[in-house]
């Protein structure tokens, strides 16, 4: 990188082009800027010997040489400031021609605005984005004005000379001779990015996807830019809008290497190098339309591998795109089959699904999937002859929970709240459709309900027994708990006792609301039985797919146990009482992520917080805090799991070990 301070007619001045990149926003500078430039010009021009007057910064970079052309520079940043004193000049020059100096503006225009000797779109000194040249050119031909911002500056600046009576002479040596920028012209090894957020911070965010643009048209020939523009980037660009730079991230890790979104713009680089810049920007077009099918499934004809995108997506994972780019491109070269492609999306989703049932973080998952793809289309360690086969094999060793794991952990997760009742939603909806109805459930037209409202009241608390508080803290937001009702009527029976609430599932075609029609309570008992029920359907819906080697598992039933060694994220302790695993888990939690504890406080006031005064038997923890420790074996290990999956910590790093009481 070049920098220098330097007179604005070493810039303006020579045979060039600068060429506005296609990423640049439309010319937006108006009146307030406009005005500022004359007053600068009516300032320096008072004066008897003015002095350099700075106005900003021009960052160039040169494009890819054509032999028979002019050089061309990219204009990376100050194309407003370039494009006004061009259209500035252009009114100079106008001027010059109606008060009979005919030698001044053949001079602006030889020397300046254009290159005379040149023919076609190497005629332009400067070359704005493809909105703003038919107004530009006709201001530069002196032609009739073209309805835009960039006319609207012309006028701007012909008022201004017209009645300002100042010598047009002395106006072009100002502008030429006085006016200084910083000009910093990049090298091949310069990252254009970083340049321009340092130098326009306050202005447009410059994305990867914009320099990337950039790039390619850098090594394309002038001839066929506009051609390869239209046909390949505008479409993409349009498709895809925002998301482009993020697509690009994902097609490039689709090879099996991790790309991080401050690495795009280099690796794209090292890769056009090796290719024809052309033919990679067909491709990446070619796998734009499948992205666009992955972040918008209504797109895809296919009905089934539409439904499954669309599930896929409700779980927001989107680190598998970079094998689902891969697997998509398969299947419409017929290298898979339809039933192969969406039994992979089923498959993702089984996984994905469990390992969010379970509280695995999804850390590692960028680099499992950037590597999934290349490890199973090569990997001869993986027996299974078709490719679904060796992507079960694969996964299953990706932390991929066993049954007994998921069966535990789905009757009690929390499933409502912030991006998990999307997830709830799916699991219900799945769950009515195993029952395999002859019609379509309209589904977005149901909502979640809690059968145990979220608000108690008095009916509630009686019917719940003693330990309402504590039952409803812990179970309120668990699958047995929540079921799929019309929105209408969520409202109108959110908070109603049980016998009116199974009054209205009675009027539900829902196979889940057939559940309470005999139900005479909703206590403790019943949530817990029918989480059973639901489980065991969704242990057909998201069945394993893995082998069955024996694999060390967390108890499933502790009632009855006693704990013996508690792992706690990294560390070890003998333990004795289930109230010791509880005071230890709090106090790590707390130590680890005291903001996170207090949201733990907020949800489960009745387990755990400041004032001692609020429980009935307690410990105190570490930081303070106060945890009640009147409660059962079962409760106690429900709480540590909910505790920790409310700090968004991973119960993988939590491990007990029990013995027979």
């Given at each position: 990188?070049?920098?220098?301070?330097?007179?604005?007619?070493?810039?303006?001045?020579?045979?060039?082009?600068?060429?506005?990149?296609?990423?640049?926003?439309?010319?937006?500078?108006?009146?307030?800027?406009?005005?500022?430039?004359?007053n600068?010009?009516?300032?320096?021009?008072?004066?008897?010997?003015?002095?350099?007057?700075?106005m900003?910064?021009?960052?160039?970079?040169?494009?890819?040489?054509?032999?028979?052309?002019?050089?061309?520079?990219?204009?990376?940043?100050?194309?407003?400031?370039?494009?006004?004193?061009f259209?500035?000049?252009?009114?100079?020059?106008?001027?010059?021609?109606?008060?009979?100096?005919?030698?001044?503006?053949?001079?602006?225009?030889?020397?300046?605005?254009?290159?005379?000797?040149?023919?076609?779109?190497?005629?332009?000194?400067?070359?704005?984005?493809?909105?703003?040249?038919?107004?530009?050119?006709?201001?530069?031909?002196?032609?009739?004005?073209?309805?835009?911002n960039?006319?609207?500056?012309?006028?701007?600046?012909?008022?201004?000379?017209?009645?300002?009576?100042?010598?047009?002479?002395?106006?072009?040596?100002?502008?030429?001779?006085?006016?200084?920028?910083?000009?910093?012209?990049?090298?091949?090894?310069d990252?254009?990015?970083?340049?321009?957020?340092?130098?326009?911070?306050?202005?447009?965010?410059?994305?990867?996807?914009?320099?990337?643009?950039?790039?390619?048209?850098?090594?394309?020939?002038?001839?066929?830019?506009?051609?390869?523009?239209?046909?390949?980037?505008?479409?993409?660009q349009?498709l895809?809008?925002?998301?482009?730079?993020?697509?690009?991230?994902?097609?490039?890790?689709?090879?099996?290497?991790?790309?991080?979104?401050?690495?795009i713009y280099?690796?794209?680089?090292?890769?056009?190098?090796?290719?024809?810049?052309?033919?990679y920007?067909?491709?990446?077009?070619?796998?734009?339309?499948?992205?666009?099918?992955?972040?918008?499934?209504?797109?895809?004809?296919?009905?089934?591998?539409?439904?499954?995108?669309e599930?896929?997506?409700?779980?927001?994972?989107?680190?598998?795109y970079?094998?689902?780019?891969?697997?998509?491109?398969?299947?419409m070269?017929?290298?898979?089959?339809?039933?192969?492609?969406?039994?992979?999306?089923?498959i993702?989703?089984?996984?994905?699904?469990?390992?969010?049932?379970c509280?695995?973080?999804?850390?590692?998952?960028?680099?499992?999937?950037?590597l999934?793809?290349?490890?199973?289309?090569?990997?001869?360690?993986?027996?299974?002859?078709?490719?679904?086969?060796?992507?079960?094999?694969?996964?299953?060793?990706?932390?991929?929970?066993?049954?007994?794991?998921?069966?535990?952990?789905?009757?009690?997760?929390?499933?409502?709240?912030?991006?998990?009742?999307?997830k709830?939603?799916?699991?219900?909806?799945?769950?009515?459709?195993?029952f395999?109805?002859?019609?379509?459930?309209?589904?977005?037209?149901?909502?979640?309900?809690?059968?145990?409202?979220q608000?108690?009241?008095?009916?509630w608390?009686?019917?719940?027994?003693?330990?309402?508080?504590?039952?409803?803290?812990?179970?309120?937001?668990s699958?047995g708990?929540?079921?799929?009702?019309?929105?209408e009527?969520?409202?109108?029976?959110?908070?109603?006792?049980?016998?009116?609430?199974?009054?209205?599932?009675?009027?539900?075609?829902?196979e889940?609301?057939?559940?309470?029609?005999?139900l005479?309570?909703?206590?403790?008992?019943?949530?817990?039985?029918?989480?059973?029920?639901?489980?065991?359907?969704?242990?057909?819906?998201?069945?394993?797919?893995?082998?069955?080697?024996?694999?060390?598992?967390?108890?499933?039933d502790?009632?009855?146990?006693?704990?013996?060694?508690?792992?706690?994220?990294?560390?070890?302790?003998?333990?004795?009482?289930?109230?010791?695993?509880?005071?230890?888990?709090?106090?790590?939690i707390?130590?680890?992520?005291?903001?996170?504890?207090?949201?733990?406080?907020?949800?489960?006031?009745?387990?755990?917080?400041?004032?001692?005064?609020?429980?009935?038997?307690?410990?105190?923890?570490?930081?303070?805090?106060?945890?009640?420790?009147n409660?059962?074996?079962?409760?106690?290990?429900?709480?540590?799991?909910?505790?920790?999956?409310?700090?968004?910590?991973?119960?993988?790093?939590?491990?007990?070990?029990?013995?027979?009481?």
């Amino acid at each position: 990188m070049q920098a220098s301070e330097t007179k604005l007619e070493q810039i303006i001045e020579g045979t060039k082009q600068y060429l506005v990149p296609l990423f640049q926003r439309v010319y937006s500078w108006k009146k307030t800027e406009w005005g500022m430039l004359w007053n600068d010009i009516e300032e320096l021009y008072s004066r008897d010997n003015p002095r350099p007057h700075f106005m900003g910064s021009i960052v160039t970079m040169p494009t890819m040489a054509v032999p028979e052309g002019v050089s061309k520079y990219l204009l990376i940043d100050g194309q407003q400031r370039l494009t006004t004193i061009f259209i500035l000049l252009s009114a100079v020059r106008d001027k010059a021609k109606l008060s009979e100096e005919p030698e001044l503006a053949a001079e602006i225009d030889n020397t300046i605005l254009v290159n005379p000797y040149k023919k076609g779109s190497d005629y332009y000194k400067l070359q704005p984005t493809q909105s703003d040249r038919a107004p530009f050119h006709n201001i530069i031909h002196n032609q009739s004005l073209i309805d835009s911002n960039i006319s609207d500056c012309y006028l701007f600046f012909e008022k201004k000379i017209s009645r300002s009576k100042l010598d047009l002479h002395k106006i072009k040596k100002l502008i030429c001779s006085n006016l200084s920028v910083v000009s910093v012209v990049l090298g091949n090894d310069d990252d254009p990015y970083v340049v321009f957020e340092g130098l326009n911070a306050k202005g447009r965010p410059l994305t990867q996807a914009d320099l990337i643009r950039n790039y390619f048209f850098m090594r394309i020939h002038a001839d066929e830019q506009e051609y390869v523009y239209s046909q390949y980037w505008q479409p993409m660009q349009n498709l895809l809008g925002e998301s482009l730079t993020e697509f690009i991230r994902h097609y490039l890790t689709k090879s099996g290497v991790e790309i991080k979104q401050n690495e795009i713009y280099f690796e794209i680089k090292e890769r056009i190098k090796k290719h024809d810049a052309i033919f990679y920007l067909k491709d990446l077009s070619v796998f734009a339309e499948y992205y666009a099918k992955l972040l918008n499934p209504d797109r895809e004809v296919n009905e089934q591998v539409s439904k499954y995108l669309e599930r896929l997506n409700r779980l927001e994972v989107a680190t598998v795109y970079p094998f689902l780019l891969n697997c998509y491109h398969d299947w419409m070269q017929s290298l898979i089959t339809e039933q192969e492609f969406i039994s992979v999306l089923q498959i993702l989703e089984n996984f994905i699904l469990r390992r969010f049932i379970c509280n695995i973080q999804t850390r590692g998952l960028n680099r499992i999937f950037a590597l999934l793809y290349s490890q199973i289309s090569k990997d001869t360690n993986l027996t299974s002859d078709t490719f679904v086969g060796r992507l079960k094999l694969a996964l299953q060793n990706r932390d991929y929970p066993k049954d007994t794991v998921f069966r535990d952990r789905l009757k009690d997760v929390q499933l409502y709240g912030g991006n998990r009742s999307e997830k709830a939603k799916l699991i219900l909806e799945s769950i009515e459709e195993y029952f395999n109805h002859k019609e379509q459930v309209p589904f977005k037209k149901l909502s979640i309900e809690h059968i145990m409202p979220q608000t108690l009241n008095d009916w509630w608390k009686e019917h719940l027994g003693e330990e309402w508080a504590i039952i409803h803290e812990l179970l309120i937001h668990s699958l047995g708990n929540l079921t799929l009702t019309a929105t209408e009527y969520n409202a109108a029976i959110s908070n109603a006792d049980f016998i009116t609430k199974r009054t209205q599932f009675q009027k539900s075609h829902l196979e889940l609301n057939k559940y309470f029609l005999n139900l005479e309570s909703w206590r403790r008992e019943d949530i817990e039985a029918r989480a059973e029920n639901l489980v065991d359907i969704a242990l057909q819906i998201w069945s394993y797919f893995g082998d069955d080697l024996t694999q060390f598992h967390q108890p499933s039933d502790i009632t009855g146990s006693r704990p013996k060694l508690l792992r706690v994220f990294g560390e070890e302790y003998s333990v004795k009482t289930w109230r010791d695993v509880l005071e230890i888990t709090l106090s790590k939690i707390a130590d680890l992520e005291p903001e996170k504890f207090e949201d733990i406080i907020q949800k489960y006031p009745h387990l755990v917080g400041w004032d001692e005064k609020n429980f009935r038997d307690t410990r105190k923890l570490k930081n303070g805090a106060f945890v009640e420790v009147n409660l059962s074996a079962k409760n106690i290990h429900a709480f540590c799991l909910k505790a920790i999956e409310t700090a968004e910590l991973s119960t993988e790093e939590w491990y007990l070990e029990t013995v027979t009481s």
